[in-house]
Structure formats: C-alpha cells, structure tokens
C-alpha cells in the first residue's frame, strides 16, 4: 500500500510540474519565443491541456488509493473548498461588476484561493481525526 | 461506536502500525477508530474481526445511553 501510494504521489508531482511548465510555455511562448505564430500557440494550448487531462487523473488514482479516513477528510475539505469557492467566488465578482474595488477580477486569485483553503481544510480535518 | 481494538491488539503484541498494514489502512486511522473518533466501515470491520478471530459484535459496540 506505502509503496503503491508513492509510486501515485510521485506520479501527481510529475504530472503537477509538467502541466505548470506548459502552462508558463503556453502563456509566455507566444510573446517571448515564437512571436505569435497561431499553429505553435495552438499546440502549447492543446499540449497543457493534455497535461491537464493527465494531471487530473493521477490525483484520481491518487486519491483511489486512499483509506476510508484519508477520503473522509479529503472529501469534507473538498466539499467545504467548493462551497466557498463559488460563494467567494461570485462574490469577488459582484465586487467587481458593481465596481466597490477598482481592479479586475482576476481567475488567478481564485484559484490561490481555492488552492489555499484546501490546505487549510485538510490541516484541519486531519487534525480532527489525530 | 465503542471498540475493543486497543486491547486485542495489545494481547497479541501488535503496533498500530503492524494492525494497519494487515488490515490495509494507515496507521492514523487505526489511531482515530481505538480513540473512536472515526467508525470503520463495514468491510473494515470484518477485516479486523477476521484477524482477531471474534465476532464484530464482541470487537464494536454501542454503549448503553438509558
């Protein structure tokens, strides 16, 4: 089990850093490496997103070999993640539309936002269940 | 849910952490069911009562409330 969960993690962390370097590819390629060229900007896209798809279903496998708690405790911060993720997140956008904050909303601090109160929630839950 | 866990596994001189691996969870979840904070599952539990050789009702119990 020890060992089929470190070959999962180690597969989340390849698939984690190899979708991160195709997004920075895909974001900053067009502008600093091949000056805009449509067909290469299109496949940085599709080439991230395909690490996506790969990501996504290693933290599935991941999260498949699983114990009953760590599920438990994975699953009540996921659900505690989503709800305030999208009441924050209509929020923040409510601030903007309405203009009570003079930036944009910006996806990218929902998802910090997002990233941050799983950490948080999983700390917590695990820590309930110590 | 009350258990007996702690004391079987200690008549038989296992760690959590053996329990864990034998039964096939971590060993913070054996930690959170003896401090019965946590309810196993059914398959768990089977698991458990088959390697103690007992019944789940001598391993799991309601404690009496009235």
Redesign the interface.
């Known amino acids: 089990m020890r060992k089929e969960r470190r070959i999962n993690l180690y597969r989340l962390a390849a698939w984690t850093w190899s979708w991160v370097a195709t997004l920075a590819i895909a974001t900053f390629g067009p502008k600093y490496i091949w000056d805009d060229h449509t067909v290469l900007t299109t496949l940085a896209v599709l080439v991230n997103f395909s690490n996506g798809v790969l990501m996504i279903i290693a933290n599935r496998n991941l999260f498949n070999n699983f114990d009953e708690l760590e599920r438990k405790i994975h699953l009540e911060s996921l659900a505690m993640t989503l709800g305030l993720a999208v009441v924050a997140g209509l929020s923040y956008s409510l601030l903007d539309t309405t203009n009570l904050i003079s930036s944009d909303a910006e996806i990218s601090n929902l998802i910090l936002f997002i990233g941050v109160t799983y950490l948080i929630f999983v700390t917590i839950n695990a820590r309930r269940y110590k | 849910m009350k258990n007996r866990i702690k004391v079987l596994r200690a008549e038989r001189n296992y760690t959590q952490e053996d329990l864990a ?1 034998i039964v ?3 060993r ?2 054996i ?2 069911i003896e401090k019965e ?2 309810d ?2 059914l398959p ?1 539990a089977f698991r458990i009562s088959k390697l103690f050789k007992l019944s789940i009702e001598d391993i799991f119990y309601f404690e009496d409330v009235s």
Do not use: E, I, R
């Open positions: 691996d096939g969870v971590s913070q979840t930690n959170a904070k946590f196993p599952s768990l």
